[in-house]
């Protein structure tokens, strides 16, 4: 018994990368899939083509599954309803999204053009709007769904080179809580990974020098998509909900959420100079600094089996 026996999942990005594992697992587990990939060039976004969906959607049958392509782009609506009106013909229903299509256009933000902006914005932001607008309706009506959105550290906890899309990773995180809060009474739930894994986006990192050749290969080496797309799965087939998650290598991490860490109160109210002067100096103190910041200690492994 698979953990999404019975279950249809709609996999964007599938032709690749997270994605493509998401789909080989989900359907491992016993899903029906429908692998949308647009089938760009290795920054994504570009001119598409059908083959990396159906590659993935023959391996599934190949290996007794079920699977059909889609080659359509996250970012059309009229093509995302598309998909869920796929999936329905094709397996009479639609039970979870996983929704790891994405690109990069990285610069420093003074000298990014408006283009890269736009069209990172377009795939990750609004390409999430379109899967979950798109579904909602059928999750709530059938009062069973599943979004796994991702995220990136990029946005949580920020990145040189990446404005465009640590906010739109952001807004993901806006989005899915909502989501979720607004669907606990339907049995919608969502959920968001930040994976770190070697994926063709990874690779257009720029690498400037000998040392970041070799820390870019070790990379490769040991971090591997399959990691955070087993999480995805394990997601969909979940009661959870409204939680941010992180996958690195065979470390699986719970992130916090914004909440006030301190709050300062006037006698009477507060002017500039007495924020200046008596509520900065306490606030800083919690003040988030401008670095990545060290790992998180390794807590010890939780037992599992193989």
Request: hydrophobic share 45%; aromatic share 4%; glycine share 12%.
């Amino acid at each position: 018994m698979g953990a999404l026996d019975g279950k249809v999942v709609l996999v964007t990005g599938g032709g690749n990368g997270i994605g493509r594992e998401c789909a080989l697992i989900a359907a491992a587990e016993g899903a029906k899939v429908l692998v949308n990939d647009l089938g760009g060039g290795e920054r994504g976004g570009d001119e598409g083509s059908a083959g990396p969906a159906e590659a993935v959607a023959q391996e599934i049958r190949a290996a007794g599954g079920q699977a059909v392509a889609n080659s359509d782009s996250v970012t059309d609506m009229k093509a995302v309803k598309g998909m869920v009106e796929q999936a329905l013909d094709e397996f009479g229903a639609l039970h979870a999204v996983i929704n790891p299509a994405g690109i990069l256009r990285d610069g420093m933000f003074h000298k990014m053009p408006d283009e890269d902006w736009d069209v990172v914005i377009d795939v990750h932001l609004r390409g999430s709007y379109n899967v979950c607008r798109a579904t909602i309706e059928h999750f709530r009506d059938q009062q069973d769904g599943a979004y796994v959105l991702f995220t990136s550290t990029s946005g949580l906890i920020g990145n040189v080179g990446q404005t465009n899309y640590a906010a739109a990773k952001l807004g993901i995180m806006g989005l899915s809580r909502v989501i979720a809060m607004e669907g606990a009474s339907k049995n919608v739930r969502s959920n968001i990974i930040a994976p770190v894994a070697w994926t063709r986006l990874i690779a257009t990192i720029p690498v400037k020098d000998e040392a970041g050749a070799a820390r870019m290969e070790a990379m490769k080496q040991a971090l591997r998509p399959d990691q955070p797309a087993k999480l995805a799965v394990a997601l969909a087939a979940s009661d959870i909900s409204g939680q941010i998650f992180g996958a690195q290598s065979e470390n699986l991490m719970i992130y916090s959420q914004p909440r006030p860490l301190d709050t300062v109160t006037a006698d009477g109210t507060w002017s500039v100079d007495s924020i200046l002067n008596q509520a900065f100096p306490r606030l800083r103190q919690n003040a988030t600094p401008l670095g990545r910041g060290e790992a998180a200690p390794q807590p010890k492994a939780a037992t599992a089996s193989a």
